[in-house]
């Protein structure tokens, strides 16, 4: 059943084989509402996002370069993948599983943070001064923008809400988050190196790294929020089968990030790619076999 | 110089799609307004910006002639003509933060409770110390007050929230004047030009930091 939004009516349609892919989060909220696929009682259940924490500094060797075209050195990546793993495997780090670097900076388009917030550099000018220093410092910033993996656990959920309803009277979710301390010691990690690395040019900032918990940001902000309705061999501890159908409603199949019961730390969309393409296979085979 | 709405609301947008340097490179840029149901709280969906705005539509404009004044005297204090550009309100920048702190989103929101304020306190303070508005003032005298609050570190207590207002109003006379054609010349970009081949960084960049 679905309601048309510009008339408000009521439709229902009948199919088949029903395909759920309305982003995690949503996903989730429509199977609460409908009440169907969870005698395992885990839809909703294991919501993750990435780890993010982001870390800057100045260059002074970047100062008054000659003028040069850097469009295309910053944004889809410059990537560093995870390194530690021997570090990892002592135990030295205080934390499980990694992250991965984006960095970036260059001589990019202006826009309105590019000459913005110089006062830590240059004490507060206006003038003629003011537009040198904006030459003089632009193209000289770098940024370093780690994200890591969560690990899922219990004490992050989604449930409806018992109070607040969207236009249409349904009930919207309400989220329940706790980072580990994997999250947090990853977080406080990714600050601590940016920091080192922006020290080895000769770069300075302005503010130092901060905690774990100061630096993390907020689950949701890195806006890859998958889990909630986690696949698995076990009927009783998952809500699907490795390939999306729900163990409760056969013709049920989910193909957003909802089945995922991880979430590396590189953005989750190909992998919801590849597993949609993985359930749609076996979807056809299943109903060749007139098995759906 | 004075700008059409579609422009300046274009300008804003696209100017805002990026958050300051040491605060950004977080790869995943905020939405800057969302589709909002009639019953809830919200700002709505963006200006549809093909069309042609005319002045009070979609949001209604703040500053009046006074307060255009004193934004344009301020404007070219941070940012004055000199050999390389013009100044800021030459290109536009008072239409673009008049602009700016009407628009009815969280962070234009945030800035216009710094930036109304500032702009009551600064013309107060002219004519407290020379009789005059803020606008009407020879430059000498208005780099007397500008000294006093241009650094939040070295203003003295009474200026602090006079500072903050300063160091706001000249990001957004940055943010603006560093976003147009002839800002963007200034600072030194050369990008968004078509390339057929790209050779990297000239020689004596990598010179200067040492990998030729």
């Given amino acids: 059943m679905y309601i048309d939004r510009k008339t408000g009516a009521e439709h229902r349609v009948k199919a088949r084989v029903v395909v759920l892919a309305a982003s995690a989060l949503e996903s989730v909220r429509i199977l609460l509402n409908s009440g169907v696929a969870n005698s395992s009682g885990k839809v909703g259940k294991y919501i993750m996002d990435t780890v993010g924490a982001n870390f800057g500094g100045q260059v002074p060797l970047l100062e008054?370069?000659?003028?040069?075209?850097?469009?295309?050195?910053?944004?889809?990546?410059?990537?560093t993948p995870w390194w530690l793993y021997k570090e990892q495997l002592k135990g030295s780090l205080g934390f499980a599983r990694g992250y991965h670097f984006e960095f970036g900076g260059g001589r990019l388009m202006p826009n309105m943070g590019t000459a913005a917030g110089l006062e830590w550099l240059d004490g507060g000018t206006y003038g003629r001064k003011f537009k040198e220093d904006a030459r003089r410092y632009y193209g000289s910033f770098v940024g370093?923008?780690?994200?890591?993996?969560?690990?899922?656990?219990?004490?992050?959920?989604a449930e409806l809400d018992p109070t607040v309803k969207d236009k249409f009277g349904i009930p919207v979710?309400?989220?329940?988050?706790?980072?580990?301390?994997?999250?947090?010691?990853?977080?406080?990690?990714?600050?601590?190196?940016?920091?080192e690395i922006i020290e080895a040019m000769g770069g300075r900032y302005a503010s130092r790294p901060q905690s774990g918990e100061k630096a993390i940001k907020q689950g949701g902000v890195i806006i890859h929020e998958v889990g909630g309705a986690m696949m698995g061999n076990d009927p009783k501890k998952s809500v699907t089968n490795s390939f999306g159908q729900c163990w409760d409603v056969k013709n049920l199949f989910i193909t957003d990030g909802a089945t995922l019961c991880s979430n590396a730390d590189k953005n989750p969309t190909l992998t919801i790619m590849a597993l949609a393409w993985r359930a749609s296979d076996h979807m056809l085979s299943l109903m060749k076999r007139k098995e759906l | 110089m004075s700008m059409d709405r579609r422009t300046t609301i274009k300008w804003m947008l696209a100017a805002a799609t990026a958050v300051p340097a040491l605060r950004a490179l977080a790869y995943t840029?905020?939405?800057?307004?969302?589709?909002?149901?009639?019953?809830?709280?919200?700002?709505?969906?963006?200006?549809?910006?093909?069309?042609?705005?005319?002045?009070g539509d979609p949001w209604p404009l703040t500053l009046g002639v006074a307060g255009r004044l004193t934004t344009a005297a301020l404007c070219d204090l941070i940012i004055p003509a000199d050999d390389v550009s013009?100044?800021?309100?030459?290109?536009?920048?008072v239409d673009f933060i008049d602009e700016w702190i009407s628009a009815p989103y969280p962070q234009q929101r945030g800035d216009r409770e710094i930036i109304l304020p500032g702009l009551t306190w600064i013309d107060a303070e002219a004519q407290k110390r020379f009789g005059k508005a803020f606008a009407a003032l020879e430059p000498a005298q208005?780099?007397?007050?500008?000294?006093?609050?241009?650094?939040?570190?070295?203003?003295?207590?009474?200026?602090?929230?006079?500072?903050?207002?300063?160091?706001?109003?000249?990001?957004?006379?940055?943010?603006?004047?560093?976003?147009?054609?002839?800002?963007?010349?200034?600072?030194?970009?050369?990008?968004?030009v078509p390339l057929d081949h790209f050779d990297g960084p000239p020689p004596e960049v990598l010179k200067r930091v040492g990998l030729s």
């Avoid at chain 1, 923008?145 to 969560?150: D, K, N, P, T």
């Avoid at chain 1, 980072?179 to 600050?191: K, R, T, V």
Wanted: charged share 25%.
């Fill in chain 1, 64 to 79: 008054d370069l000659p003028l040069h075209n850097e469009d295309g050195v910053d944004g889809l990546h410059l990537y």
């Fill in chain 1, 144 to 157: 370093f923008a780690g994200r890591g993996e969560m690990i899922p656990n219990e004490d992050c959920y």
């Fill in chain 1, 173 to 195: 979710l309400r989220f329940h988050w706790k980072w580990s301390q994997h999250e947090l010691g990853q977080a406080e990690h990714m600050q601590k190196v940016a920091a």
């Fill in chain 2, 29 to 55: 840029p905020e939405p800057l307004a969302r589709d909002v149901a009639p019953n809830q709280a919200g700002y709505g969906t963006d200006p549809n910006l093909v069309k042609d705005w005319k002045g």
């Fill in chain 2, 86 to 93: 013009p100044a800021a309100s030459a290109v536009g920048v």
């Fill in chain 2, 142 to 192: 208005r780099s007397a007050i500008a000294d006093d609050i241009c650094s939040a570190v070295k203003a003295k207590p009474e200026f602090t929230a006079a500072a903050k207002f300063f160091a706001k109003f000249r990001d957004l006379t940055a943010g603006g004047f560093y976003t147009t054609p002839m800002g963007m010349k200034d600072i030194g970009y050369t990008g968004n």
